[in-house]
């Protein structure tokens, strides 16, 4: 990739220089005071094609997985005719905490189109054509992307011009048609019970068989240290992303606590 070798050798030399020469900081630890294109360059160059919804091939080869979002479900057509306006044949450089690439060869970026420094995922989620994913990026990265995806539906941009994009969490039937897909789900924590290595925020009183939230004690124990006490979920509406499994009940997985925030509502 063009320039990235580059970036590679000088690497140490502006960690410390966006650290403010913090040596023991590691590129994380700078990253989570960034915003997405703020965060490290890791390469540069042209894009050549959008091969999906979140992955562009630049001139050289190399393709480019999206970082921070998800394509908007049964209507990706429409966000891939905007990724292709804004990307194809444009310079990008790439932007995040590191340049390794996935088991497929992707390298996972915040892409910023020049000369104007447009961060593409914002604008397709100003578009309303994605959705914030649960890739693990920095802090403010994340909320930067989060009160994007809050200003698009509140503005009814896109697919939040739809109803039901995001799914109640008490259907049981909508859940099951969601199995698999990657979603938006909301509703009221009706209990929340440890059984075992595991942890359950229950939507429904048949707690075998409704939808719920499952947490290992890990991770719970993460998720505690990082200020959301689960016990103080019950009775509140929360909204969590991720993708829907079927465990006894339809179900997400729940690894981290950017994945769930509280909705407010009585």
Known sequence: ????????????????????????????????????AEL?????GVVAAVIDPRTLRLADGAE??????????????AGVALLVALTV?????????DDVPDRY????????????????QRRLLTEGRALVGIDRVPADCRKELLAVEAAARAAASGIWVEWGVIKNAAN????????????????????????????????SGRWTRGFAVTISRRVAAAIETAGLSLKSLTGQR??????????????????????VERAGGD
């Not at 044949?89 to 905490?97: A, D, S």
């Not at 060869?105 to 593409?120: D, M």
């Open 64 to 77: 480019v997985r999206l970082a921070g979002i998800e394509p908007a479900g049964e209507r990706s057509d």
């Open 40 to 44: 490290p360059v890791q390469g540069e």
């Open 105 to 120: 060869g992707r390298q996972s970026a915040f892409v910023v189109i020049e000369p104007e420094a447009a961060l593409v």
């Open 172 to 203: 049981s039937g909508d859940m099951v048609s969601r199995i698999g897909r990657f979603t938006l789900v909301e509703g009221r924590v009706v209990s929340v019970r440890e059984v075992g290595s595991t942890v359950y925020l229950n939507f």
């Open 238 to 259: 929360i909204r969590v992303r991720g993708w829907v499994e079927n465990r006894a009940g339809p179900g997400i997985v729940l690894r981290d606590v950017a994945q």
């Open 89 to 97: 044949g444009r310079r990008v450089v790439l932007h995040g905490v």
């Open 1 to 36: 990739m063009a320039g990235s070798m580059a970036f590679r050798r000088n690497r140490a030399r502006w960690v410390a220089a966006i650290c403010g020469g913090a040596a023991l900081l590691t590129r994380l630890d700078c990253a989570t005071a960034a915003g997405c």
